[in-house]
Structure formats: C-alpha cells, structure tokens
C-alpha cells in the first residue's frame, strides 16, 4: 500500500522500482513534447517515467504540482533498456495548509551505472 | 550541433504551443494521470481553475533547446536546477530561451553554464533555472 504524506520521514528510502523503455513509450513521449529523434531515450523520459513510478511507493492527492526541479545526468539509456530507481525521502515542510516534499531519485542502468539523478520538491494541496 | 558556444550568447529558442491534446499524450507517455493536468472537471474546483501542462511536460521542452544547442553532450552530460513560477496552460505559446553565462576549459572539457527559462505570450516566466553542460574542447 502507497505510504501518505504523513507517514513518510525524511531519510526514509524506497525500495527500487524496475521499469523498461520501451519503444512505443519512448516514440508517445518524443510525440508529445516535440522532442529530437535520437537513438536513445530522452534523459527527461527517463525521470519522467521514474516520478511516475513512484506512484506504487508514495500515495500523492490529485493537484499536486511540481515546486522545483534539479537533475544530473550520467549516461544515454538505450530505447528498450530497463532501468531502476530508487527514491529517498530528502525533506518535509509544513506551513499552515500547505505541504511540501523533497524526493531524491537515483536512476542505474542494468549494469548498476548511474543515469541520472533527481531531486523533486512538489506541493501537496492543502486539506 | 550547430551553436558556437560563447559567453554572453544566446540560445537558439524554442517555441512550443501548450495543447490539452499534447498533456494528454504526455500523461499516457509519463504515466502521470494527476487530474490537475486532464480532468478539466476537477481542475477547475482547485485554485488553479483550470488543467495545466505538467511540470515535467514544461522541462522537456526546455531539455529539447539544450539538446538543440548542445547535442547528445546534453543527453549525457547535462545538469539542471530550476523553480517553477507559474502555471503553462493549454493555449500558452511557450518560449524557451537562455543564455551563456561562462564557459571554462578544465583540461580536454569546456565547462558551460547558462541562465534558461520560459516565458508565455504575457511574458510571465513559467519555469527558470540554470543549466550547465560538459563539452569536448575541440568543440
């Protein structure tokens, strides 16, 4: 079951999620965003497919909205390449109704490389 | 990739239409079904009051101008760090641009780093940041 908001503790780290780009989403996603056709992934499909994975660890309420974005990437994924992520819990704000939550994600290649990493802070709405 | 790189230069911008129709490829593309960006229903109970693109939609076309300047050295290399402003709405025309702050050779590799954003028809900034890039040298 997803964990809530308030269940969740700074430092407190998912277990890894498995997950394969395969062409058909990566050809949706370059379609969508207007993006170059290269031979491998976009690196921002790649995160994009990571925060979405989330969805099966973190229990997020419908309007959440995105606050700030860092990310570092290490390394082209090849279309049809399965990669993992592993996201931790970086920090907790509350202010009044408002919430927010820092998640780094660290993304490795099936040979355990680093691809790229992320930090998303999102605000949650308010009760 | 065709941009010379110098500082104080300015990105090659990029100009991109914000559609409902494209949010909701990118949802099915992203896996990010969050009501606020394709229930028009539900979005227009929330303060916001209407859908809006996802933030990591946004990014993306902001990633295409880098790619666009920088090639796959982007893809590989590529650092970003930036703060949402304001919501991008179908019907925005998004503009993406940015510019060379420096760009410092450390051995075989030019470091580069350039203040980016995007902006609506209205001039408001949706997203800005930094982004920084490795480049061979010979480049």
């Not at chain 2, 796959?72 to 510019?99: H, I, K």
Request: aromatic residues 6%.
């Amino acid at each position: 079951m997803p964990a809530d908001y308030d269940s969740l503790t700074p430092g407190q780290a998912f277990p890894r999620v498995e997950y394969t780009l395969d062409a058909a989403t990566v050809e949706l996603y370059v379609e969508s965003v207007g993006a170059t056709l290269t031979g491998h992934v976009p690196p921002l499909a790649v995160a994009a497919r990571a925060i979405a994975s989330l969805g099966g660890l973190i229990s997020l309420p419908p309007g959440t909205i995105h606050a700030s974005q860092d990310f570092e990437f290490n390394r082209l994924v090849p279309v049809g390449a399965t990669v993992t992520c592993q996201a931790t819990v970086l920090r907790k704000l509350s202010r009044g109704p408002m919430r927010m939550l820092t998640l780094e994600t660290i993304i490795e290649d099936e040979a355990g490389q680093p691809v790229q990493k992320g930090r998303s802070t999102i605000v949650l709405p308010g009760a | 990739m065709e941009y010379a790189v110098r500082e104080g230069s300015a990105l090659p911008e990029f100009v991109r239409d914000v559609v409902q129709a494209d949010i909701q490829r990118y949802a099915e593309a992203s896996g990010d079904f969050n009501p606020i960006h394709i229930d028009e229903t539900f979005a227009a109970t929330t303060p916001l009051k209407g859908t809006i693109a996802h933030g990591m939609l946004v990014l993306a076309y902001l990633s295409e101008m880098l790619v666009r300047a920088f090639g796959e050295a982007w893809d590989s290399t590529g650092q970003l760090s930036l703060r949402f402003r304001n919501p991008a709405r179908p019907g925005d025309r998004l503009t993406v641009s940015g510019r060379v702050e420096s760009a410092k050779r450390d051995g075989g590799i030019v470091c580069v780093t350039c203040a980016v954003s995007c902006a609506n028809q209205a001039g408001e900034v949706v997203v800005s940041g930094e982004a920084r890039v490795a480049l061979p040298a010979s480049l």
